[in-house]
């Protein structure tokens, strides 16, 4: 009974919280990239919350360490609806349901040295979570999509990738301009970006680690052309395996490596990969560093 009553107090208050919330304005949309699960969750993990997307639907799971913590919160789709939910490891005592008009989630439950969590699928294009953790507002225990980056707020804001393929992709990626606030020395990642001349950049960093960085760039409707390495090393190779096809191979070790080309083509296939792998989250695109919905994927030359 008094989980129930504190239940019920805790749906009150956050229908609240979020009517004043919409009434001062909305929250800016998080840059973290929610796609995949967090490569760090694993059963016994410290206090904390996982939250990530896939091509089955959203997921939040939860870990403790030795002892029972309590986790509760919200999350609310705007401009959609939560369409369906499902539970994972949870009790009867614990609480998930939505609101009336399918609008709101809500959670209060306990984990104890196991993982707990729920499932669910949304039509909205984006979702906003307010997360919990004993009670508290706590950033640092929240980690999301396969890298497990933290919010920078509480609440914080995630939007749903766009359906369909490399076409859509293309219309919302703008490739021009250089990321922003990247450079030799930046954890692993490429930074992909175009000049308003034609000329394409492609480069690769990392911090203190080596890493390998591979790929292949394919013209869609022309060549490949003016083809310019940048800082390569000897075991470094790029080469051009027909006018429509680049491939590469380049071992960045706490520098900046990379190369320059132009292209005729009308749209670019990019397949780029660290370490043997896909990872759309380390694929910083244009001057706003937007990380791709998928790879491979297609940008635009005009």
Do not use: C
């Not at 008094?2 to 609240?16: C, D, E, F, G, Q």
């Not at 967090?38 to 403790?64: A, C």
């Not at 060549?223 to 075991?235: C, G, P, Q, Y």
Request: glycine share 10%; charged share 20%; hydrophobic share 35%.
């Amino acid at each position: 009974m008094k989980r129930l009553l504190l239940a019920t107090l805790l749906t009150i208050v956050m229908a609240a919280n979020f009517i004043n919330a919409g009434q001062r304005g909305r929250i800016s949309l998080s840059q973290l990239n929610p796609e995949g699960q967090p490569k760090n969750l694993k059963e016994g993990e410290s206090h904390r919350y996982y939250v990530w997307k896939d091509d089955k639907g959203w997921h939040i799971r939860t870990t403790t360490g030795q002892n029972k913590h309590f986790f509760a919160g919200s999350i609310t789709a705007l401009g959609g609806k939560i369409l369906n939910f499902s539970t994972f490891q949870l009790e009867n005592k614990d609480v998930v349901k939505t609101n009336p008009t399918r609008t709101q989630l809500y959670f209060d439950f306990a984990t104890s040295q196991r993982i707990d969590g729920f499932d669910f699928q949304s039509d909205a294009s984006t979702l906003r979570f307010d997360l919990r953790l004993d009670g508290k507002r706590v950033n640092d225990t929240i980690y999301v999509g396969f890298n497990g980056e933290n919010p920078k707020t509480m609440p914080f804001e995630l939007s749903t990738a766009p359906k369909g393929g490399s076409g859509t992709a293309a219309q919302i990626i703008i490739p021009f301009g250089e990321p922003k606030g990247m450079g030799a020395g930046s954890s692993k990642r490429f930074m992909l970006w175009r000049e308003n001349n034609g000329l394409w950049h492609l480069r690769t960093t990392t911090g203190r680690n080596q890493h390998r960085f591979s790929g292949e760039i394919l013209a869609e409707g022309g060549i490949i052309s003016d083809l310019s390495a940048i800082s390569t090393e000897r075991k470094d190779w790029v080469s051009v395996k027909d006018p429509k096809r680049v491939v590469f191979n380049l071992n960045t070790n706490g520098a900046i490596d990379g190369f320059d080309f132009r292209t005729t083509g009308t749209n670019l296939k990019f397949s780029l990969f660290v370490d043997g792998e896909t990872r759309t989250n380390l694929v910083y695109i244009g001057a706003q560093a937007t990380n791709p919905p998928s790879i491979p994927f297609t940008l635009p030359t005009k």
